[in-house]
Every structure is written in C-alpha cells, then in structure tokens.
Nanobody
Framework: EVQLVESGGGLVQAGGSLTLSCAAS????????IGWFRQAPGKEREGVSC????????YYADSVKGRLTISSDNAKNTVYLQMNSLKPEDTAVYYC?????????????????????WGKGTQVTVSS
C-alpha cells in the first residue's frame, strides 16, 4: 500500500522558517514526480513547488519563489520543503502528492491536481 505522510507543520511567526517532510512508503524514488500543494480556507488548492525525476527539475510558484526550496532524499524516500521568510499568507494546509512515474518537467506537475497519491496534509500557520 502506498502512503504519503507529511510532517513538520506548525505555528511560526512571520519571517520564520519551517521544513516540511513528505515520507513515501510503498514505492521507491527511482522514477517519480512529487508536488507540494497548499489550500487555505475558502481558496482553491494550489501547486507551490514540484520536483520531477524525468529531468531532475524543480518548479516554484511565483508567490514562493526565493523563499521555498524543494529537495529529495531518495535513500529515505522523502521529499522536503524548506520554507523561509514565511508570511501570514502562507498559512494553509500543505499536502504532498506523488505520481509513481514522471514523464514531464516539474512545472507540469504543479499545474495538475490529478495525482496517483495524496497525503493527508499538515497545517502551517504563520502569525503576523
């Protein structure tokens, strides 16, 4: 059974940092696409950052560019999202999603919501 488990969320003051983790079980990181999405109350789910093994590319939404860094540890089957200079508007539930086979560049994966697997999310709250 494939599972994605997010962790690392919490409450942080504006300007602070958090590192989210997405641990995958049930498949190995040899060909994959992973996306980090977020959903704030009353808003649509949006792609924040994605990584694709097809071309080893990473993608960031304009709203987070320069503040967030996505990385993967294939030995641990884990993808991380380092978040710096957090803003109150970053407050949301953050989800990771995975496709077991990556065919396209990372930007494609941040523009779709149809994934093979989704995690249950982790809450990030940034206070002003």
């Amino acid at each position: 059974e494939v599972q994605l488990v997010e962790s690392g969320g919490g409450l942080v003051q504006a300007g602070g940092s958090l590192t989210l983790s997405c641990a995958a079980s049930g498949f190995t990181f040899d060909n994959y696409a992973i996306g980090w999405f977020r959903q704030a109350p009353g808003k649509e789910r949006e792609g924040v950052s994605c990584i694709s093994s097809s071309d080893l590319s990473t993608y960031y939404a304009d709203s987070v560019k320069g503040r967030l860094t996505i990385s993967s540890d294939n030995a641990k089957n884990t993808v991380y999202l380092q978040m710096n200079s957090l803003k109150p508007e970053d407050t949301a539930v953050y989800y990771c999603a995975a496709d077991r086979v990556a065919y396209y560049s990372s930007s494609y994966y941040c523009r779709k919501l149809a994934y093979d697997y989704w995690g249950k999310g982790t809450q990030v709250t940034v206070s002003s």
